[in-house]
């Protein structure tokens, strides 16, 4: 079916009744007089109903922003709950969302006991490579799946996966196994992070988002930093399969509470009218070019060098696959995955490019400094996981803290500024860390990195969601989720590549990029012809270059932020048809 229309503005001026421009009031405007038609206070449930339609951005009227019709014969399926159920509903996301997170790193300090214990001549690193390939290749797809087979739906095939993989890792007997179940696991990882936050847009109010969304950046940034640590643990103290293994109990847990406590709307149709909706090419599309596009960064430097068949045949045939989805995508598929008019709102744009940006910039600071703390400071793993623990703290506070400014006040665009502002400060502070520069001084330029990014992390998606219509909700939240985590894949080989440069201009032969990854062998065994001085001057030179990079990226996210990222008043809606006006006034039936 060919598209038409791609726009967000316009409609047919010989079908689409007259505009209502409908002001709700805020705790900024004056009441409504008593002779308005409209009541000075729409119900949760009401504001609900309306809330599909676009939102006013603030100093100017926009009409109603109309798809192209790539959601029509799909359900809505947002559901505001009362209070007391969102709590339910929401711990049972948020260890769904915690397992997931965990395993994204939990391997990181497990794998030298893995390796040494499962047989196998199959590099141990595609223990950890082959969860992130999955999991950011098959994110893309839950978004539009999600539309068509219902949100709970979608949640509990990827707990499947998630759950099935887990098992299937704690009895892994050799290394293939364990990878092929690591990738399997995977396809339920990144189906976990998109569901949870997509529900949780479904059953709270667009205004309180920014509450509900903060309270999850706490629960990301926890999964993030309690990966290695409890990696370890297990490892030393019981078995590593246990890192595996716990998902099952409290995964069981979190999947009875899903299937007995969410109480989504159920999407109409058969299976077979819901299979018949799946853009097929357009899948295939997008997972062949998200794998060819992410291999090379995983192979490249360590596998195979930059510059070899392997790496420039597997890019090509990803761009070629990229630009064939986009085409997919705009011009045939009836229901498309990612649909291409989302990227001429610029708002959404935006977002898009900072999301990206910042996913680099943050996985770069989350991986690279421990790094710094092992190699040039000496520290333990232990220790200098507990030195970037600030990091981790203020990401989480700020990220909470930044939601409920969002919820209390209906702003979201300063908050936004000012944490890539903040951010931009620490990543400039940071290109300043030598071999002497003290812990505390390390510690507050954590402090300040994650104070920037806390503020930015959760109140970007509100941002996106707001500056959409409620069908594409859904999509919207998979595609940024999946940017970011792309980021993340591209920043370890982005800084990889950096420091191996800096090494290779220094010493006679080729560097081995791996050893970055193993420290204690990087300064207890030197590459030939240097010292461990040497090694730690290179490493805090190529560093030092690395953060530089990432002072550049935020200081771009500040820039587009600041030009692109439009505030849009939470309270405010604009109506376009008649049935959502009766909405307003409260005539819809109970």
């Not at 299937?168 to 399997?184: D, N």
């Not at 569901?195 to 999964?223: E, H």
């Not at 709307?265 to 299976?271: M, S």
């Not at 201009?505 to 012809?529: C, H, K, M, N, W």
């Amino acid at each position: 079916m060919s598209r038409q229309g791609d726009s967000f503005t316009d409609t047919p001026a010989d079908t689409t009744p007259a505009q209502v421009t409908v002001d709700l009031p805020t705790p900024l405007r004056s009441p409504t007089p008593p002779s308005s038609p409209l009541p000075s206070k729409l119900s949760d449930h009401e504001e609900a109903d309306i809330e599909s339609l676009e939102i006013k951005s603030t100093g100017s009227a926009h009409t109603l922003k109309h798809d192209d019709g790539s959601n029509k014969g799909l359900d809505e399926q947002q559901n505001i709950l009362p209070p007391r159920q969102i709590v339910i509903v929401f711990l049972a996301l948020s260890i769904c969302l915690m397992l997931s997170l965990l395993d994204q790193t939990i391997v990181a300090t497990a794998l030298p006991v893995i390796s040494t214990a499962l047989p196998g001549s199959l590099d141990p690193s595609w223990i950890g490579t082959s969860y992130m390939l999955t999991s950011t290749c098959f994110q893309p797809l839950y978004g539009r799946f999600s539309d068509i087979f219902g949100r709970k739906c979608m949640l509990l095939i990827a707990l499947f996966f998630f759950l099935g993989g887990s098992l299937g890792c704690g009895l892994s007997e050799t290394r293939l196994q364990l990878v092929i179940l690591r990738a399997f696991q995977g396809i339920g990882g990144g189906g976990i992070l998109n569901c949870a936050m997509i529900i949780i847009s479904d059953v709270v109010s667009l205004r309180d988002r920014g509450k509900y969304q903060g309270i999850l950046g706490i629960v990301i940034a926890a999964g993030n930093a309690l990966g290695p640590p409890l990696g370890g643990v297990f490892s030393e103290k019981v078995s590593w399969r246990w890192g595996f293994l716990i998902n099952i109990p409290l995964g069981c847990v979190a999947t009875l509470a899903v299937i007995f406590l969410l109480p989504l709307k159920k999407v109409t149709g058969n299976i077979m009218g819901k299979l018949a909706k799946i853009d097929y090419l357009g899948a295939f599309l997008v997972l062949a070019a998200s794998l060819l596009l992410l291999l090379p960064l995983v192979w490249g430097g360590t596998t195979y060098p930059w510059i070899s068949p392997a790496i420039l045949v597997s890019a090509a045939i990803g761009i070629i696959a990229a630009i064939g989805f986009g085409v997919v995508e705009w011009k045939f598929a009836a229901w498309p995955l990612i649909p291409m008019y989302l990227w001429k709102n610029p708002t959404v744009a935006a977002v898009y490019a900072v999301t990206t940006l910042s996913g680099i910039v943050f996985y770069i600071q989350l991986y690279y400094i421990p790094l710094y703390l092992q190699i040039v400071r000496g520290q333990s793993v232990l220790k200098s996981g507990v030195t970037v623990l600030p990091l981790a703290v203020s990401t989480t506070v700020f990220s909470f803290l930044s939601g409920m400014i969002v919820s209390k006040t209906g702003k979201y665009r300063w908050n936004i500024n000012i944490g890539f502002s903040i951010w931009t400060i620490g990543a400039g502070l940071m290109t300043t860390m030598s071999r002497t520069t003290s812990v505390g001084v390390i510690i507050a330029f954590l402090f300040i990195t994650g104070l920037g990014c806390g503020q930015t992390f959760q109140t970007t998606l509100v941002a996106a969601q707001a500056a959409v219509p409620k069908p594409d909700m859904a999509v919207v939240t998979a595609v940024r989720n999946f940017l970011r985590t792309f980021g993340g894949t591209m920043a370890i080989a982005i800084a990889a590549a950096i420091i191996n440069n800096t090494f290779t201009s220094q010493i006679e032969g080729e560097f081995d990029s791996a050893l970055l990854s193993d420290p204690a062998r990087l300064v207890s065994q030197p590459p030939t012809g240097l010292t461990r001085d040497m090694v730690e001057d290179y490493f805090t030179a190529g560093l030092r270059h690395v953060f530089t990079f990432c002072a550049v990226c935020i200081g771009a996210c500040l820039v587009i932020s600041v030009l692109f990222i439009k505030q849009h008043d939470l309270g405010e809606r604009t109506v376009g048809h008649k049935k959502h006006e009766e909405m307003a006034v409260g005539n819809k039936k109970p």
